[in-house]
């Protein structure tokens, strides 16, 4: 099994930035699809970005266009969301994924791995 662990949330004011950071374990990093997603209470799980094994491909979700970059670092086995101009709206957990087959998809269920998340606050 491959153990993914998310870092970097917390309380921002609206406006601010904030950096989310996964970990994942294991020597195939280099070969998966990777994901970042939100759930927000009361809501559903929606897809927030996702990049390709060697980070030439990203896709995001049309709300954080503009805001928010995916990145990773296949040398650190390490994930990034860099969130700016951050907006109440964007409160959530954030949770990263991992997809074996490599291909980016924007749908939950294609993820063969998951971290546990980490909480990201947007309040004044």
């Known amino acids: 099994q491959v153990q993914l662990v998310e870092s970097g949330g917390g309380l921002v004011q609206p406006g601010g930035s904030l950096r989310l950071s996964c970990v994942v374990s294991?020597?195939?990093?280099?070969?998966?699809?990777m994901a970042w997603l939100r759930q927000a209470p009361g809501k559903e799980r929606e897809f927030v970005a996702t990049i390709n094994p060697s980070g030439g491909r990203t896709y995001y979700r049309d709300s954080v266009k503009g805001r928010f970059t995916i990145s990773r670092d296949n040398a650190k086995n390490t994930v990034y969301l860099q969130m700016n101009s951050l907006k109440p709206e964007d409160t959530a957990i954030y949770s990263c994924?991992?997809?074996?087959?490599?291909?980016?998809?924007?749908?939950?269920?294609?993820?063969?791995?998951w971290g546990l998340g980490t909480q990201v606050t947007v309040s004044s």
């Open positions: 994924a991992a997809r074996q087959s490599g291909f980016t998809s924007s749908r939950p269920d294609d993820y063969d791995y």
């Open positions: 294991g020597s195939a990093f280099s070969l998966y699809g």
